[in-house]
Nanobody
C-alpha cells in the first residue's frame, strides 16, 4: 500500500521560511517523479514544483520560482520543499504526489498525500 505523508506545515509570518517533507512508503521511490501541489480555500489545486526520479531535473511554477526549492533524498524515501520569502498568497494546503513522469498536471499523478496546511500571516 502506497503512503505519502507530508509534514512541516504551520503558521509563519510574511517573509519567513518553512521546509515541507513528504515521506513515501510502499513504492520504489527512486523510480518516481515527485510533485508538490497546493490548494487554497475556494481555489483549484495548482502545481508548485516537481522533481524527476534522480533529482537532477526540477520544474517550478512561475509563482514560486526563485523562492521555493524542491529536492529529494532517495536513501530516505523523502522529498522536500524549501519555501523562502513566503507571501500571504502562499497560504494553502500543500500536497505531495508521485508519478512515473515529470509533469505539472495533477491529473497525471498516481499517488497523493493527505496534505499539510501552510498559513502565511501578514
Amino acid at each position: 500500500q502506497v503512503q505519502l505523508v507530508e509534514s512541516g506545515g504551520g503558521l509563519v509570518q510574511v517573509g519567513g521560511s518553512l521546509r515541507l517533507s513528504c515521506a513515501a512508503s510502499g513504492l520504489t521511490f527512486s523510480s518516481y517523479a515527485m510533485g508538490w501541489f497546493r490548494q487554497a480555500p475556494g481555489k483549484a489545486r495548482e502545481f508548485a514544483a516537481a522533481i524527476n526520479f534522480s533529482g537532477r531535473i526540477t520544474y517550478y511554477a512561475d509563482s514560486v520560482k526563485g523562492r521555493f526549492t524542491i529536492s529529494r533524498d532517495n536513501a530516505k524515501n523523502t522529498v522536500y520543499l524549501q519555501m523562502n520569502s513566503l507571501k500571504p498568497e502562499d497560504t494553502a494546503v500543500y500536497y505531495c504526489a508521485a508519478d512515473w513522469t515529470l509533469t505539472s498536471s495533477a491529473n497525471e499523478y498516481d499517488y497523493w498525500g493527505q496534505g499539510t496546511q501552510v498559513t502565511v500571516s501578514s
